[in-house]
């Protein structure tokens, strides 16, 4: 064990380069969290066995950071990783989880995965869930299930799962970037002006995957653009918007536009997909959805992605020469520096369960409270549903209920869960190395 209150050395390795957005701000960073369910109560020393199997194909998960010179690094964290049961998410990245910067605890019949946003990205968090997960009901289950497209020991390491795509300096042309980014005024939530973040909340419903998907296939629309047009339209009645467009912010991952496809580091962007307050209230939304997919094939398959990590790329470098840890800041805080939208719609992808799916009874994505505040669609396609988790900065729930009465007009049944409030725990992060 070590010494209480000291910080153990680390010898620090390759820059974060792309996660040093995730370090700085004014606001303390917060834990991004994924609550799977199953169907019975879960057994700590076999969660614990199938974390250490996951961890002996994946090293690169139980990194800690070091920072030097106001930059940080990742570095290899040789301390046990401990699974605990906890009702409440602990803080992660310090003492009480040997510095790691992922965590994993169980309650009843939830495991509950906690990630600092430095380390990986959603879907690079989703390949850690993944091999947890298949471990678990495999050990369990005293059988050995289907691993297809999961990470285990019969996947050889590849190098190029520690891509990094902001190591190298890249050049940004500003003027294509603000072209892509749009110059429109944007409507946003009046709910979030002047909206200060005490608490989060979880507004949870789910979809049949069958049911949505073949609503979205008849039009021509894929489901992260489907909940898109959905909420702009849901917005609108609500509001009654009259100026400015309803902006929906898609983030993205760019793996396959970059060639990183393997990498488990941060590796996205974001689309900007407006909608008028005509459209909104004039099209049918599968016409809508079926506009905002064809705008965002066009994003994707362009030259936009390039555009994107370049831009990203020139703040991140220009941030690394800043003389001082505040200067840094000053240049990095990108997200408390840029205004959010109207809102945001985050589709993770899905956790592949192959044939022991029917053992996950609910996934929920909860994030940590967003610059400036908020209202985030949180999506993944999981064991025969989509779980879909409204979380936000505030209270009401009209978005919501909107959303939710929408669906029911398009004849696409759905299942309003039970609301919650949360505020995930803040990350300890390390202190200058000298």
């Known amino acids: 064990m070590t010494q209480r209150n000291v910080r153990p050395r680390f010898a620090p390795k390759e820059w974060n380069a792309s996660g040093t ?8 960073k917060r834990s991004y969290i994924v ?13 614990q066995r199938a974390v250490d199997k996951t961890l002996k194909r994946l090293p690169y998960y139980r990194s800690t950071f070091v920072r030097k010179r ?9 301390l046990p990783f401990l699974v605990a049961e906890s009702e409440k998410p602990r803080v992660i990245g310090g003492e009480i989880t040997n510095y790691h910067m992922l965590d994993v605890t169980y309650w009843k019949n939830k495991i509950s995965f906690a990630m600092f ?4 990205d959603g879907l690079g968090f989703n390949r850690f869930i993944e091999a947890t997960l298949y471990h678990y009901v495999c050990l369990k289950d005293g059988k050995e299930y289907s691993d297809e497209g999961i990470y285990t020991e019969k996947i050889p390491y590849d190098p190029a799962e520690r891509a990094d795509i902001h190591i190298e300096r890249r050049k940004a ?3 294509e970037l603000k072209a892509i980014t749009g110059k429109e005024k944007r409507f946003r939530l009046p709910e979030l002006m002047d909206n200060k973040v005490e608490k989060m909340y979880s507004l949870p419903l789910r979809v049949k ?11 021509a629309a894929s489901p992260a653009t489907a909940a898109a047009a959905i909420m702009a339209q849901a917005i609108e009645r609500e509001n009654d918007v009259r100026e400015g467009v309803i902006m929906c912010v898609l983030p993205c991952s760019l793996r396959k536009a970059l060639h990183v496809d393997k990498t488990f580091k941060n590796c996205y962007g974001a689309v900007f997909l407006p909608t008028t307050p005509e459209d909104a209230r004039s ?8 506009r905002l997919r064809t705008a965002l094939k066009e994003y994707m398959n362009g030259d936009f992605p390039k555009l994107i990590c370049a831009g990203m790329n020139t703040v991140i470098h220009l941030g690394a020469k800043m003389p001082t840890y505040k200067l840094k800041t000053k240049v990095l805080a990108m997200s408390e520096n840029n205004p959010q939208d109207t809102f945001f719609v985050d589709y993770v992808g899905g956790l592949r369960c192959n044939d022991y799916a029917g053992q996950i009874t609910h996934v929920s994505y909860l994030n940590a409270p967003p610059a400036n505040g908020a209202s985030f669609v949180l999506m993944s396609e999981t064991a025969g549903y989509f779980h879909i988790n409204f979380t936000q900065t505030i209270e009401s729930d009209r978005y919501y209920q909107a959303f939710a009465a929408i669906l029911d007009e398009l004849g696409i049944p759905c299942e309003k869960l039970p609301f ?5 725990p803040v990350i300890e992060l390390p202190p200058e190395q000298h």
């Open 209 to 219: 995957t069958g049911d949505f998907l073949g609503w979205c296939k008849a039009n």
């Open 70 to 78: 106001g930059l940080y690094y990742y570095a290899d964290n040789g």
């Open 117 to 120: 946003h430095g380390l990986c």
């Open 173 to 175: 042309n500003i003027k």
């Open 35 to 47: 609550e799977v369910s199953l169907s019975e109560d879960i057994r700590g020393d076999l969660l």
């Open 21 to 28: 957005t995730q370090f700085y701000g004014r606001e303390r």
């Open 420 to 424: 919650a409030s949360y505020l995930n």
């Open 283 to 290: 099209l049918p939304a599968g016409e809508l959805a079926a």
